[in-house]
T-cell receptor, first 114, second 116 residues
Framework: KAGVTQTPRYLIKTRGQQVTLSCSPI?????VSWYQQTPGQGLQFLFE???????NKGNFPGRFSGRQFSNSRSEMNVSTLELGDSALYLC?????????????FGNGTRLTVT | AQSVSQHNHHVILSEAASLELGCNYS??????LFWYVQYPGQHLQLLLK??????LVKGIKGFEAEFIKSKFSFNLRKPSVQWSDTAEYFC??????????????FGSGTQLTVLP
């Protein structure tokens, strides 16, 4: 079974631009979560989607948004990029929303903002 | 809000040495606890998890962890490490009241280097 696929692997953007990251979950997984990983803050929860609905959102500004499609694929968007948005963005999928559903992480998209 | 502390940022061991990585969390309610591992160049993988029941949980590759509720701790152990255990290890907590089982709070990670 293919794992979680994130595209692109690397991105370089300029301050003020916007960016869209894509995540394809494991087949059959309906929950997709996004995390930001930085050396200073570590791994931080961004948001979770299930059945095309955002179920939970972390403590990030409104510039960070996402969506989920009917095939469970998800995108996250960051508008008006800031230097501090440089990070590894991780997507994780799970079969459902119950506590017993572990997260399966992708390799991430490394975003560099210059 | 909950927080997770991993006190050891970098641990260096020789092969066959025993391992214990500390993890403490701050949250007074019910939690689910996890250890994830990230091998060089690979994605985060689940090592083990604790939801309820026996506080001593066993995971993959010979790892185990013990949940001590009174100490808010969930330390990871392995009796004899191998060179292939070189990786970064993350402790994570999910507060049941957070509304999402996928909203994990992660520790800052411990880099384990095993010398051959």
């Amino acid at each position: 079974k293919a794992g979680v696929t994130q595209t692109p692997r690397y991105l370089i953007k300029t301050r003020g631009q916007q960016v869209t990251l894509s995540c394809s979950p494991i087949s059959g997984h309906r929950s997709v979560s996004w995390y930001q990983q930085t050396p200073g803050q570590g791994l931080q929860f961004l948001f979770e989607y299930f059945s095309e609905t955002q179920r939970n959102k972390g403590n990030f500004p409104g510039r960070f948004s996402g969506r989920q499609f009917s095939n469970s694929r998800s995108e996250m968007n960051v508008s008006t990029l800031e230097l501090g948005d440089s990070a590894l963005y991780l997507c994780a999928s799970s079969p459902g929303t119950a506590s017993g559903s572990p997260l399966h992480f992708g390799n991430g998209t490394r975003l560099t903002v210059t | 809000a909950q927080s997770v502390s991993q006190h050891n940022h970098h641990v260096i061991l020789s092969e066959a040495a025993s391992l214990e990585l500390g993890c403490n969390y701050s949250y007074g309610g019910t939690v689910n606890l996890f250890w994830y591992v990230q091998y060089p160049g690979q994605h985060l993988q689940l090592l083990l998890k604790y939801f309820s029941g026996d506080p001593l949980v066993k995971g993959i590759k010979g790892f185990e962890a013990e949940f001590i509720k009174s100490k808010f701790s969930f330390n990871l152990r392995k009796p004899s490490v191998q060179w292939s255990d070189t990786a970064e290890y993350f402790c994570a907590v999910n507060a049941i009241s957070s509304g999402s089982a996928r909203q994990l709070t992660f520790g800052s990670g411990t880099q384990l280097t095993v010398l051959p």
